[in-house]
Structure formats: structure tokens, C-alpha cells
């Protein structure tokens, strides 16, 4: 669909909005819409909405991009600035040439407006990042030179994240090869599994958090009902939370975790309560 907006086609659309949670390949993906951006001829703007504290900011960063003729526009993390999407719905846009071409990128679904709005609607397509199919995972196992015995538990346990599988490749990486029929099989270090809470989850939750993420867990779907029995008169508003988390998908009657966080989330449960069983702290 880039490509063919690239290429100037009527039907394409001209402003593109990928969505993922961290680590799903969105910042990947915009590297090569550059570079494919760039060898069309185009002149391309790229920005990090984190960079920026303010639309105005972004806007002096670009460069007069409103001047150019066929921009490519390339802005990664567009939810982390506040104000920012409005003000690119109602400012920037539409002051820049037709045959420009458009793409945002944020952890969190677009703002409703890029769909709803009768105008954007025609020219604006939302994409929510799927996790690899398994030959794609195995492309990219094939590219970091993991050996075939230890495929099978590093992708059961990353389930096709990008972030997830070149951290326990590495992982896998560091140890030795099982042999062929050996009981024991390869699973994450409490290091791994550490690393990709913090980078799926964010900056340290709560202890409310901790646990209404571990009931999302453990739950195939998660309801306030559910979290209600966990953490009592906060339920509702960990509910809330969970449904503004990019990681969590609404479903017939609940929120459903995506697969990968629920391995780390529960190895990282099983780590924290060995770790203060003795204190009986309960952390999560």
C-alpha cells in the first residue's frame, strides 16, 4: 500500500497509521519506507514524536516540509507527543502537497477522529501490526544463525514478537545446544524475561498494575469481574488501564494479553515470588 501511493495511485491512501506494541517492528518497517521512499526520488522527513516536547517543535524539525513537492512524512511514536495527532489532522496535512505521502506510527490505537471524520476517512488507513507467521520467524532465526534444536522453544515462547525473538535468540545463543532427545529444553533467564517486561510494559507499574497483570495472565479473557477478586474497590480502574495498554485487544466480553507478554508475565511472577516467598511480601 506504501509502495503504491509511492507510485502516485488514486486509490491509495495518503496518510497510513501503523499500531503495535513495543518491539512489533513499527520503527523496522519505517526504516524501509525510507529507503524505498528515497529510491522513488522522493525527499523524506522523518521524526520521533518522543524527541519532541510540542506540535510547534516537531513542525520547526520538518524543515518547511508545507514547500515541498511529494514529501514522504515519516513520524514514529506520534502518541508520545502530546497534542500531536490533532494538530497534524488540522495543520500540518492539510497544508502539504497533494501528492504527499503520509505514515504514523504509535504504540496505542489512532485517535477515532482518523476514521470517524468523513474527510480523513477517505484518505486515511489504520494498520495494527501483526506478530510474525511462524516461516517469517524462522527468517528471521535463520538471519541471527540459531541452530534448529533450540527453534521450537525460543518461538513457542516469543510467539512471533520481533523484540521477543532476537532476545531469546540471544539468550538461546549463550548457552549450549541441546542434544538431540535431552530432556531439558531451552527456556528464558530471569535476565531475558526482565528485559522484555520493562520494554513491553514500560516504565515499573505499580504493585496494582503488577498484579491486575498478572490476572490478565493467567485469564484467557480478563474482566473487571475478574480483577475485582484480585484487587477489590480498584477493579474499575484497572480495567481502565488495562484497555488503554496497546499489549491488551478488546474481545467478546473482555481484553485478551497478547501471547508473548503473558510468558513474560508469568515467568516474571514465578521469578518474583521465589525471590520473596521467605519475606511474604506480596508483590503481585
Known sequence: MFRSALRGDREAPAVQYLHAMTGAGKSALLRRFALDAAGAGRTVREADGSRFATPRALSAALGGIEDLTGPVLLVDQVDR???????LRECLLPSLSEDAVVVLAGRRRPDPAWTADPGWARHARTHRLARL????????????RVPRPLRTPVKAFAAGHPLALRAAAADALARPVPSAGAKDTWAPAPSTTSFLFGRLVGPAPTALHRRTLAVSAAAEVVTEGCLRAAVGSQATSAFQW????PYMTPVSGGLRMCEVLIHVVLAEKAREGATRRSAYLPYW
Do not use: I, S, V, Y
Request: include cysteine.
Open 242 to 245: 488495562l484497555r488503554t495498554r
Open 133 to 144: 507467521a511462524d516461516h517469517e520467524a524462522d527468517r528471521l532465526l535463520d538471519g541471527l
Open 81 to 87: 507527543c502530546e497534542g500531536l495527532e490533532p494538530w
